[in-house]
């Protein structure tokens, strides 16, 4: 049975309910609920109470109607914002004394527990251009290249541009295609064409792999990506042309080659030994015991001072240069280790530091489950969100990976020793209310919303596509890739495309996924999802909705799901399907009062008749209207 009802009462964090986005402590916040009439026509609510949590204990207030039609009534309360972080919920008590929690993750006939309460954060002061943002993940050794001068280093084995990527094994890591940060500058035009609005760069300082998160240095950019006046070129090129960048720092470890660690094995009395964690006998702590990637010690302050607190640390240096933001690799185990646990700390000093030197700077967060403890609005404004978007998505739109080479049976599910499942959409919108709504409305909306990355297998091979790490040229996963890139546009949060998804590339696991941009192949590119990514971005970036706007779910059955966003200036209906499916039954008064037309945005024809919402019934396949109500 689904957890969504069209005729549910609906509150969420976005202007059109909670019109206060930065509150102050002890502000009084408006909030609005939405409460649409019962299927017969009458008032579903006699009253509706707002319960906080204020100094620990629970208060009351009673909400007031605002406003009634013939759809639904309006109910307005103050928040009292007492406490640094507030969570919140409604009572919303029935006409025949029954009564639903109203919370962030969902209705509910039953008391549950406050994890998924609404919470409202005065710490959270999410930059306000991040929303309205289109990112573009690029690997750098893989995107394009220039020449630099730089000599081959003698860790690195070179290949030409269209060998195939070695994905496992020790020379994983050494495999160098030679991509620069000039390759990048020279390209910005296709982000340009694409729409994209901010690139985020994976790691450019020094280090002994291509992928750089074995860093030698924070203080130089690699000399084989072009060195620092290349990063500086391409930061003044894309702001240029309105796109944003935002670097990847590792804050959990660096490389055995490090100075800083070199100098702390052969030196205990140095204050680089305290960096990080090293036994008597020369054992030493590492992220996940990889020996060459030696866990930094956060209860040092020459550490923190060093790295990431104040005017002279790394985080500061760089964002002087120009960068807009961090994204802070393995972000979710930064400062713990056994019985200590400083990730809170690093995240707020982080934050500081980025305030002081670039006040709108963004910060994000890698975490590849559920963040939503690390996310109360003073430390990361948001995530990598693999739990609350990537992973239901693919458990919805899986296509069946092809079997190949070293994967007989599917693909593996992100670190889990089972193959990506295959749910209903149903379990989809579940875990999305979930996750979602244990975390600020703020942070979610804060936080990045990818198909895929250079981590995790192409989504188009987990669409059908293949697993050959080239372009699926036959489009057999095409139509559940561009549902997944439909909805990836159309949801809050801020959308980030890793380079390549755009022209239909595969790959079967993080490393595989990491192709050479084919350039010089362009007649074998995926034109139909080339243009159906330019189209999609052009519709976020063209309607306030789709960028600010809240989320209302109308419906979620096994192969379609349906949901509003709602903003002040305007409201888009999305519906989106993985198959052919029965028509969902969407009373009219769903979408509000008065008579509604659908002004399709992409897609089919959809209508209001008799008092119901009429979709299509197509899949895979995806669809967007807006309201224009008369």
């Avoid at 609906?10 to 019962?38: E, I, K, M, T």
């Avoid at 008590?93 to 993750?105: A, E, K, N, V």
């Avoid at 994976?202 to 998160?213: G, L």
């Avoid at 036994?279 to 001072?305: C, Q, V």
Wanted: glycine letters at 10%; one cysteine or more.
């Amino acid at each position: 049975m689904s957890d969504v009802d069209p005729l549910d009462p609906h509150h969420d964090g976005s202007p059109l309910y909670c019109p206060a986005q930065a509150p102050a402590l002890g502000d009084l916040v408006p909030l609005r609920v939405r409460v649409p009439h019962g299927a017969d026509g009458t008032p579903a609510a006699r009253h509706v109470v707002l319960r906080s949590v204020r100094d620990g204990e629970p208060a009351i207030r009673e909400a007031e109607v605002e406003s009634t039609d013939e759809a639904g009534s309006w109910w307005r309360v103050d928040l009292e914002v007492a406490n640094p972080l507030t969570s919140y919920r409604f009572l919303i008590d029935g006409p025949h004394g029954d009564y639903r929690w109203l919370t962030g993750s969902g209705v509910h006939r039953r008391d549950v527990t406050d994890a998924g309460d609404f919470k409202v954060s005065t710490e959270h002061r999410l930059p306000d251009w991040t929303t309205d943002q289109v990112g573009y993940q690029v690997f750098p050794d893989r995107f394009a290249r220039s020449e630099t001068g730089a000599p081959v280093p003698d860790w690195a084995q070179p290949a030409d541009w269209d060998d195939p990527v070695v994905h496992r094994g020790p020379d994983v890591p050494i495999q160098w295609y030679g991509g620069t940060l000039d390759g990048i500058s020279e390209h910005l035009d296709h982000l340009d064409g694409l729409g994209a609005t901010l690139l985020y760069l994976t790691p450019v300082f020094e280090a002994r792999s291509t992928h750089r998160y074995d860093a030698v240095s924070f203080d130089h950019v690699d000399p084989l990506l072009g060195g620092d006046a290349a990063l500086s070129r391409l930061i003044d090129a894309a702001h240029a042309r309105g796109i944003r960048v935002i670097g990847d720092l590792t804050t959990n470890h660096t490389g055995e080659h490090h100075p800083w660690f070199e100098k702390a094995l052969v030196d205990p009395a140095s204050e680089e030994r305290g960096f990080y964690r090293i036994d008597d006998d020369g054992r030493y702590a590492s992220w996940l015991d990889i020996a060459s990637l030696p866990k930094l010690d956060h209860s040092s302050p020459e550490l923190a001072r060093r790295l990431y607190d104040g005017a002279d640390s790394v985080v500061a240096r760089w964002l002087r240069e120009g960068l807009d933001g961090w994204r802070i690799d393995v972000a979710n185990m930064t400062g713990r280790l056994g019985p200590d646990d400083l990730a809170h700390r690093v995240a707020r000093t982080v934050r500081r530091t980025i305030t002081a030197i670039r006040p709108d700077g963004w910060l994000l967060a890698e975490h590849g489950h559920d963040a939503s403890l690390d996310l109360g609005g003073d430390g990361w404004h948001g995530t990598m969100d693999y739990a609350g978007f990537t992973r239901p998505l693919w458990s919805w739109l899986n296509g069946g990976a092809q079997d190949g080479p070293g994967i007989p049976h599917g693909l593996p599910w992100l670190g889990l020793p089972v193959d990506v499942p295959v749910r209903p959409g149903e379990v989809t919108v579940r875990t999305m209310r979930e996750v979602h709504g244990a975390m600020p409305w703020r942070s979610m909306v804060g936080s990045t919303m990818h198909l895929d990355s250079h981590d995790v297998p192409r989504f188009r091979t987990v669409t059908g596509g293949g697993v050959d790490g080239w372009i699926d040229t036959a489009g057999v996963g095409r139509e559940r890739h561009l549902v997944g890139l439909a909805m990836q546009m159309t949801m809050p949060g801020v959308p980030v495309v890793f380079a390549g998804d755009e022209l239909g590339l595969t790959g079967l696991d993080g490393e595989h996924a990491r192709t050479p941009f084919p350039w010089h192949r362009r007649d074998e590119w995926d034109q139909p999802t080339h243009a159906a990514y330019r189209d999609w971005i052009r519709r976020r970036r063209d309607h306030i909705a789709l960028r600010r706007g809240g989320l209302r779910w109308l419906h979620a059955g096994a192969d379609s799901l349906t949901y509003l966003r709602e903003h002040p200036d305007e409201t888009v209906l999305v519906h989106v399907a993985r198959a052919g499916h029965a028509p969902p039954r969407i009373p009219a008064p769903a979408l509000g009062p008065g008579d509604v037309a659908l002004a399709p945005l992409t897609g089919a024809v959809a209508r209001v008749t008799d008092g119901q919402v009429v979709l299509p019934t197509d899949g895979p396949a995806a669809h967007a209207w807006v309201l224009d109500r008369t």
